[in-house]
């Protein structure tokens, strides 16, 4: 392990704790879950659990059995869900108790049934058309001696509160609660919550504003940044008029500059929609990224920064909309690129 890793993603678990205390109280009586998938998003799935687990959250969500796996042990009243159901190969652990699967199609539900079954979750599609039983299915008597814990739907157009869509599936998830009897209902995601309170049911499954990210204006003062990656300088440099910097020469400086070479990259999630758009901080000043991001390195004028030495740390602008508006990704695919790369040091 080297002592003093060169890059680092540096989040913020007082910000982690509290917008998932912000979700909880604007999901009123509803119970406020987690989902972990992909890592938690990139930030690191355990550590998010424990510190998420310890303010008062019990109900969290993974995409795959390999992800409740890596996961290990949960802390004690917690419960997991794996969202992708359960296929053949893994009802054995699935059947061990270390999560519920959430049963998403007819065949998922008979073979969970063949194997005499426990409390599960599932999965009604309310008109997004992914993953989900239709409620015509849900009506035919299939889930009969199913013990259902959580009865669940997603929402397709959250972010937009105006979509017809919300309201269409809304009611399509009264009908599915309605037929199929369970523990608890949940319909919301991040951008659900702030629809209001007749969206939350019983449990909510925020996860993109856990770490940041910010989908709805009343989020927008609420929510706090979780994730900034910091790297170093490796190399300062001074450009004359006309020379250029990085692949294909994409920028040409038009006067004298002082430059400063990134361990940052496209491997690290740093994507070349950054080129030329991008910005790092150092003491309050924005020092814009040039030229194009390569896989390990990314140019920045330190015009503003005299100061900054080879071996210096600046943080690079991770705010996730203003990242989002500059690199043409979503605030999702900014999170879960976030490369191997990174020490994860939590603050
Ligand atoms: C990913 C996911 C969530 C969380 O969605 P966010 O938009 O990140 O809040 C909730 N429910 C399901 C089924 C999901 O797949």
Not at 297 to 314: F, K, M, Y
């Amino acid at each position: 392990m080297i002592s003093d890793p060169p890059s680092r993603l540096i989040l913020d678990g007082t910000a982690l704790v509290a917008n998932w205390c912000w979700l909880a109280q604007q999901s009123g009586p509803a119970a406020c879950g987690a989902a972990i998938k992909a890592d938690s998003y990139g930030v690191g799935a355990a550590e998010v659990v424990r510190r998420l687990a310890a303010a008062g959250c019990r109900d969290f969500f993974v995409a795959t059995w390999g992800e409740a796996l890596a996961l290990g042990r949960l802390p004690d009243g917690a419960s997991l869900a794996v969202l992708h159901g359960v296929r053949e190969s893994e009802m054995d652990f699935a059947r061990s108790g270390v999560a519920r699967p959430v049963l998403n199609t007819a065949a998922q539900v008979v073979r969970w049934k063949a194997a005499g079954g426990g409390p599960c979750d599932v999965m009604i599609d309310t008109g997004m058309n992914r993953l989900g039983l239709s409620l015509d299915e849900a009506a035919s008597g299939l889930l009969d001696g199913v013990m259902v814990d959580t009865l669940m739907s997603h929402l397709a157009c959250a972010d937009e509160p105006g979509h017809p869509l919300n309201r269409h599936q809304l009611e399509a998830f009264h009908a599915a609660r309605a037929l199929v009897p369970a523990r608890r209902y949940s319909l919301a995601n991040s951008a659900g919550i702030c629809l209001g309170q007749e969206y939350a049911f019983d449990l909510t499954r925020p996860g993109i504003a856990l770490y940041g990210g910010i989908q709805n204006e009343a989020a927008a003062e609420r929510i706090r940044q979780v994730v900034r990656p910091e790297v170093e300088i490796l190399q300062i440099r001074g450009i004359r008029p006309g020379d250029s910097v990085g692949y294909n020469a994409t920028f040409i400086a038009d006067r004298p500059m002082r430059i400063g070479i990134l361990n940052l990259g496209y491997a690290d999630g740093y994507l070349r929609g950054f080129s030329g758009t991008g910005c790092a901080l150092a003491a309050g000043k924005r020092l814009p990224v040039i030229g194009r991001v390569s896989m390990d390195l990314t140019a920045i004028d330190l015009g503003d920064a005299p100061e900054l030495q080879e071996g210096d740390r600046v943080t690079i602008d991770f705010d996730l909309p203003r990242a989002s508006r500059q690199s043409g990704l979503s605030q999702y695919e900014l999170l879960t690129t976030l490369g191997r790369r990174y020490h994860r040091q939590w603050s």
